[in-house]
């Protein structure tokens, strides 16, 4: 069994910043960080490889500065690593993004046949969660989303069950392979990197590919001119000049504060008390 995990190298979002004039992320001295959403989809990779055995190739498009979130990831356990790297693919949109993405691992399928796709549920700089899906659409994948449990694969009879979070409940889906998994956040816990596999992962040799490696021969369709999206404006938001209010209750008891917070509320906002009264009677 083959899998292929799609990784990011993204900014860590907690030391971000906005430049006050200019209105530009300031990148200077941030550190970059695998995207955390997609540890979720590696090490549910590397489950799958602990049970059926196989091999695991982690890819991603990104600055050759992106090799080292490949050996961080090769460092947890992963057999390969692909760095897809072009200034080709300079600004590109999420469209073009999947674009480079599944073109590369088309190119993988054509040496070693995958029989899963791993996606991160969405990065930490985007939100968009939309490359994960535009790879499996290219690609004609089965696609589950937002899965939060595998329950089994059978990799004779090439059938996946899964567990995907829904709105109001739980789906249990079965389907064939291959397919393309975006996992929940939160539904396993990332390894912890072993000496060996950290010694493996200082001497790999990481496949760096171009457009033209990647198979991608049509440059209209990767980077500026293959990306529709235009961030119209960046802003850091404005912090709040209200201070939170200290409300009293006339009574000990607990029903007594919530009447006053009640209370000071409907005062507050009128519009509210009359849409319940509106609904009350109706």
Not at 115 to 131: H, L, M, N, P
Not at 144 to 149: A, R
Not at 247 to 272: S, Y
Request: hydrophobic share 45%; aromatic share 4%; proline share 5%.
């Amino acid at each position: 069994m083959h899998i292929v995990v799609c990784i990011k190298q993204v900014p860590d979002s907690a030391q971000i910043r906005v430049h006050p004039v200019t209105n530009t992320i300031m990148r200077q001295g941030v550190p970059a960080i695998v995207n955390p959403y997609d540890l979720f989809s590696l090490e549910e990779a590397l489950r799958l490889k602990d049970q059926h055995g196989g091999r695991i190739t982690v890819i991603t498009m990104g600055p050759p500065q992106a090799e080292a979130a490949l050996r961080k990831c090769i460092s947890f356990g992963a057999d390969d690593a692909v760095l897809v790297t072009d200034r080709a693919f300079a600004g590109a949109d999420t469209l073009a993004t999947s674009y480079a993405l599944s073109s590369a691992i088309g190119q993988i399928h054509r040496t070693h046949a995958v029989d899963v796709v791993f996606a991160g549920k969405q990065t930490i700089d985007g939100d968009t969660a939309q490359v994960g899906p535009g790879v499996a659409k290219r690609l004609d994948l089965q696609l589950l989303t937002y899965v939060s449990k595998i329950r089994s694969l059978d990799p004779t009879s090439r059938m996946i069950e899964v567990e995907r979070r829904a709105e109001g409940g739980v789906e249990v889906l079965e389907t064939k392979l291959p397919c393309l998994i975006t996992m929940l956040e939160g539904t396993n816990e990332m390894r912890f990197a072993s000496m060996d596999n950290m010694f493996r992962a200082a001497r790999h040799q990481v496949q760096t590919w171009d457009r033209i490696a990647a198979g991608i021969e049509d440059v209209g369709k990767i980077g500026l001119k293959g990306s529709p999206t235009v961030v119209s404006k960046v802003f850091a938001p404005q912090p709040r000049a209200t201070r939170a209010q200290i409300i009293q209750a006339d009574g000990d008891a607990p029903a007594d504060l919530a009447v006053t917070v009640v209370a000071r509320i409907f005062t507050q906002h009128p519009k509210i008390a009359a849409s319940l009264g509106r609904r009350a009677e109706s």
